[in-house]
């Protein structure tokens, strides 16, 4: 096997230019505890899953208003196909006004993976835990109404 396997192995490691801009430009992501702190004091819901596959984790916090999600943070130990996916995630159920809850909980990520682009074949399991912490974070808040 020669260094340049990876073509060769089939596997594609090309990310798409949406991908580095969510990469290097994260949106809506949680950098320091004490932003940290006073959003999740203000938050509807918190989600928290980890990565069978990677051992990664992911948080995700939801401020809920009429139904919709107003606002999105979230934070996470994962790679770059990680925060690039929640990033998109987490500004498509909060454009357009907030996308209602019941959307929200439908939301999967061939829906982020295509306002993405595509991930490579290999780091498509990181573009789940977004919208699994998304899900986990709407039934904390429902759990509590
Ligand atoms: Fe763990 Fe991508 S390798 S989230």
């Known amino acids: 096997m020669s260094v340049n396997s990876a073509a060769e192995d089939g596997l594609d490691w090309f990310y798409t230019d949406t991908v580095k801009s969510h990469f290097f430009n994260p949106q809506n992501i949680i950098t320091n505890d004490k932003d940290e702190h006073d959003f999740a004091r203000r938050a509807s819901g918190v989600g928290q899953v980890g990565s069978p596959q990677c051992g990664d984790v992911m948080k995700v916090w939801i401020v809920v208003r009429e139904n919709r999600i107003a606002e999105c943070k979230w934070k996470t130990f994962g790679c770059a196909s990680a925060i690039a996916s929640t990033s998109m995630m987490s500004v498509i159920v909060t454009e357009k ?46 759990s509590k109404i």
């Open 97 to 142: 006004g907030g996308m209602h809850i019941d959307d929200a909980l439908m939301l999967r990520p061939v829906g982020i993976l295509s306002r993405l682009g595509g991930l490579p074949a290999i780091k498509v399991h990181c573009s789940v835990l977004g919208d699994q912490a998304l899900r986990a974070a709407i039934e904390d808040y429902r």
